[in-house]
C-alpha cells in the first residue's frame, strides 16, 4: 500500500541565502532516508517560502514487505548429541529466531530455521528521523531559540506531518505535528487545515501562498514582464540572476507594484541607479525599448492586499533619498579628473604593512610593464595608463558609498575625461573575473593589468603571513582577500587568452618588489608554496577533463612555465591513455622508475657492457631522435619499446660486480630521462 507524505515546518523568516541550501539539504537527506530503510515512492519534491520548509513524497511505502530467509545455525554434531536429540544449542538457537523446536531442519551438516522478518512501518522511520533531518540542516548564524538546546535559522512556529489523511506524531523543537498550519500573514484563510499532502499546494494557495519556488519565480517574471509592457518598457531578468532568485525567496504571495523617481536622476550612471535598486533596495529597474535606464522600477510586494499606495509611496521616498545621495557624490567626483585623484591613494591602506594603495597602484605599473614585455607588447602606454588609472576611483565618494561598484565608476569617470576607450574599459575589466565562472577582461589592457593586480594580492598575502607559526595561509574557509579566486582569474585569464606567460617567473618578480619595497626578507619556501597553492587550483579547474593521474604526472613539468603547454599535454596524454602502444611505454617508464628510485647515475661506459640487449638499448637510445611536438615525440619512443623488453628479458641489472650494476643503471637513467620529457609516468 503506498500513500503521499507531507512535512510542513513553518518558521519566522528565514535568510534568503539559506532557503536554496535547505531545499537541497532536504531532498539529498529524505532520498537518503528512503533509501537506506528500502522504502520505494514515485516522487520527492521539496518546497520553500521566507516562512515554511515543505517536502511531499509521492506513493511512498507504507510497510516494508515481510521478508523470508533461512538462518544457519549450530553444525550438526554440537546441535544433536549422540541419541539424536537437540541439545541446549539448537535449542537456544530456535529461541533467538523466534522458532518452535519443531521448525528446525537440516542441511549441508548443520540446522537451520526458515524466519519472517517483519517489514518497518514508514511511521515508525520517519518518527525516529524527520526531526534530525530537520535540526542537521546547515547553514550561516545558527542559534539557539528559547529554551531549547538545539540550534536552527530561526524558531519554528509549527509543524505539519501527514501520511495520506493521517497525522504522523513528530515533535521538532518542542512543536507537535497536527494537520493545521498558517497562510500568508495578510491573508483572509489564514487558518489553514490540510487534509491530505496532494490537496497541500492548491489550499496554500488560497491562503494566497505559492509554496512552489519555481511556480513563484514564474510568476514573478510573467507578472512584472506585463506590468513593464503595459508601460512601453523592458525588464532585464538576465542581468540580474541573484535579484530574481532573491525576491523569489523573500516572498510567499508576490505582486509587482510600478514605481517611479525623478528623470534629474537619470544623470548619475546608470550603474549607480541599477546598484542602488537592485542591490541594496531589491528593485527590479526598466529600460526603455531603446535600451535607455527608466525613471521608473518595480518592486515586488509580498502583499495580498489591493491598495498599494503606501507601499508605492514608501519605496520612492527610500529611493529618492539614495539617489539623492549618488547625485551628490557624483558631482563632487566629478569637479576634478579621474587622474588627479592618483595621490589621494596615499591616504588609503591596500594591506597591514604592506603600505598604500598608492604602492599597491605602482606594483601594478611595473608588473604590468613586465608582463606587456613578457607577451612582446611594444606599445604599452595604453596598458601602463590603464594600471595607473586601475584604483583611482577608490578614493572616489561613490565608490566609498557603493563598494561594489568599483572599476565601473572608473570607467565611467575615465571615459568623462576623455580616456581612450579600451583604457577605460581596462580600469572596469581588471576587476573580472567577478566569480569563479564569470566574465573574463576582453581586452589586453584589462587582461594584463587585472593579472598584475592579482599576482600582486596574492603575493603580499603569502609575503604578509611569513613567520606566522600558525601558517595563516589562504583557506577556502580562511581567505579573506579572495585569493583562491584570484589564483582561478589568472589561470583563466591566461589560458582562455592564449596568454604565453610564465607565472613562477611573476611570482618571482612580485614578491622582489613587495620584499626591496617594505624591506622584507622571504623566506626560502614562499616560491614554492605560492606555486603548489597555484597548482591546486589549476588542479581544480580541470578535475572534470582529465583524471587526478593525469594532472599529478604532469606536476614535474613545471605546469606554471606555460599553462597552456600544460593543457595541451593533458589533452594528449588523455587521448593516448587507451593505446596499446602508449601503455607499453607506460609499462616500461613505470619499471624502469621503480629499479632507479633516486639514482641519478649517468657515465654510461659501453665498454662494460657484457650482453647484446645491454647494446642493443644503448643503441636504441643513442639514435633516438625527439622532437618538440608531443604526439610525435611520444610516437617515436615506440622505437624503445622492443629494445627495452629484451634489455629485462635477458638483463640482471642489480650484477653482482659493482661497475657492471652502476653502468646498467646509468644506462637506464639515460632511458628514464627519455620517458620523462613525456611525463611522470608513476604518477600516470
Known amino acids: 500500500m503506498k500513500k503521499d507524505f507531507l512535512l510542513e515546518v513553518l518558521v519566522q523568516e528565514l535568510p534568503y541565502k539559506f532557503i536554496p541550501s535547505a531545499i ?87 540446522i537451520w530455521a526458515k524466519i519472517t522478518l517483519k517489514g518497518n512501518d514508514i511511521r515508525d522511520i520517519l518518527k525516529n528521523n524527520v526531526q534530525n533531518i530537520i535540526l542537521k540542516l546547515q547553514g550561516s548564524h545558527f542559534m539557539r531559540w528559547a529554551d531549547n538546546d538545539e540550534k536552527f535559522s530561526r524558531p519554528i512556529e509549527n509543524v505539519v506531518a501527514l501520511l495520506g489523511s493521517e497525522v504522523v506524531e513528530l515533535n521538532i523543537m518542542d512543536k507537535k505535528s497536527t494537520n493545521k498550519t498558517k497562510g500568508h500573514r495578510y491573508s483572509k484563510n489564514i487558518d489553514v487545515t490540510i487534509d491530505e499532502p496532494k490537496n497541500y499546494v492548491d489550499l496554500m494557495r488560497k491562503a494566497n ?52 523617481f525623478q528623470e534629474k536622476y537619470l544623470q548619475i550612471p546608470s550603474i549607480v541607479t541599477t546598484t542602488v535598486m537592485s542591490s541594496h533596495q531589491r528593485y527590479f529597474p526598466l529600460w526603455t525599448k531603446d ?29 529618492t533619498a539614495r539617489l539623492e545621495d549618488g547625485i551628490f557624490f557624483y558631482n563632487e567626483d566629478t569637479k576634478t579628473k579621474l587622474i588627479d585623484k592618483f595621490d589621494a591613494l596615499k591616504g588609503m591602506t591596500f594591506q597591514k604593512g604592506l603600505g598604500t594603495l598608492y604602492d599597491k597602484a605602482e606594483r601594478l605599473i611595473n608588473l604590468s610593464d613586465k608582463i606587456a614585455d613578457e607577451l612582446g607588447i611594444n606599445n604599452k602606454e595604453d596598458i601602463l595608463r590603464c594600471a595607473k588609472l586601475s584604483k583611482c576611483d577608490l578614493s572616489t565618494s561613490l565608490v566609498f558609498e557603493f563598494t561594489e561598484l568599483q572599476g565601473f565608476i572608473g570607467q565611467n569617470y575615465a571615459e568623462k575625461d576623455g580616456e581612450k576607450d579600451n583604457v577605460a574599459l581596462g580600469i572596469s575589466e581588471h576587476y573580472f573575473p567577478l566569480a569563479a565562472n564569470s566574465e573574463l577582461p576582453s581586452k589586453i589592457e584589462g587582461q594584463i593589468v587585472s593579472i598584475a593586480d592579482k599576482i600582486d594580492t596574492i603575493c603580499a598575502v603569502f609575503i604578509s603571513t611569513q613567520g606566522d607559526k600558525k601558517k595563516k595561509r589562504p583557506t577556502g574557509s580562511n581567505d579573506p582577500l579572495a585569493t583562491s579566486r584570484a589564483t582561478i582569474g589568472i589561470l583563466r585569464t591566461v589560458i582562455e587568452n592564449n596568454l604565453k606567460i610564465d ?47 593525469i594532472l599529478k604526472s604532469l606536476e614535474n613539468t613545471n605546469p606554471l612555465a606555460n599553462v597552456l603547454e600544460f593543457i595541451s599535454k593533458a589533452d594528449i596524454l588523455k587521448e593516448y591513455s587507451n593505446d596499446d602502444n602508449f601503455l607499453k611505454i607506460k609499462e616500461n617508464a613505470t619499471r624502469v622508475s621503480k629499479i632507479l628510485k633516486d639514482c641519478s647515475l649517468k657515465d654510461v661506459q ?79
Open 209 to 260: 501562498v505559492i509554496v512552489n519556488q519555481d511556480e513563484r519565480q514564474e510568476l514573478i517574471i510573467n507578472s512584472a514582464k506585463k506590468c513593464a509592457e503595459e508601460n512601453n518598457l523592458e525588464i532585464k531578468f538576465e542581468k540580474m540572476p541573484e535579484l530574481l532568485e532573491e525576491v523569489t525567496f523573500i516572498t510567499e504571495w508576490p505582486v509587482p507594484v510600478l514605481c517611479e
Open 503 to 549: 607565472i613562477v617567473e611573476l611570482i618571482k618578480y612580485s614578491l622582489d618588489l613587495l620584499s626591496k619595497e617594505f624591506n622584507i626578507p622571504l623566506e626560502n619556501t614562499i616560491v614554492d608554496e605560492i606555486k603548489d597553492f597555484f597548482i591546486s587550483r589549476l588542479y581544480v579547474m580541470y578535475e572534470n577533463n582529465y583524471s587526478f593521474n
Open 291 to 319: 535600451g535607455k535606464l527608466s525613471n521608473k522600477f518595480i518592486t515586488m510586494a509580498n502583499y495580498t492586499g489591493s491598495d498599494f499606495s503606501n507601499i508605492k509611496a514608501g519605496n520612492q521616498r527610500v529611493i
Open 606 to 684: 659501453d665498454n662494460l657492457f657484457t650482453l647484446e640487449e645491454e647494446k642493443g638499448l644503448y643503441k636504441a637510445i643513442k639514435e633516438h631522435n625527439g622532437t618538440d611536438d608531443l604526439k610525435e615525440y611520444i610516437k617515436s619512443l615506440n622505437s624503445l619499446t622492443d629494445p627495452t623488453a629484451k634489455f629485462f628479458d635477458k638483463v640482471l641489472v642489480m650484477d653482482k660486480d659493482e661497475k657492471i650494476k652502476n653502468n646498467r643503471l646509468a644506462l637506464l637513467n639515460l632511458l628514464r630521462d627519455k620517458f620523462n620529457k613525456v611525463c611522470d609516468f608513476e604518477k600516470l
Open 24 to 110: 537541497s539539504q532536504l531532498k539529498s537527506s529524505f532520498e537518503k532516508l528512503f533509501k537506506d530503510n528500502a522504502f520505494n515512492y514515485e516522487a520527492i519534491n521539496v518546497y520553500a517560502t521566507p516562512r515554511r520548509l515543505s517536502v511531499i513524497v509521492n506513493n511512498l511505502d507504507i510497510c516494508q514487505e515481510d521478508v523470508v530467509k533461512d538462518v544457519k545455525g549450530p553444525i550438526l554434531n554440537i546441535a544433536k548429541n549422540d541419541k539424536g536429540e537437540y541439545t541446549p544449542a539448537a535449542l537456544g538457537f530456535a529461541k533467538k529466531n523466534g522458532v518452535e523446536v519443531s521448525a528446525l531442519y537440516e542441511k549441508e551438516n548443520y
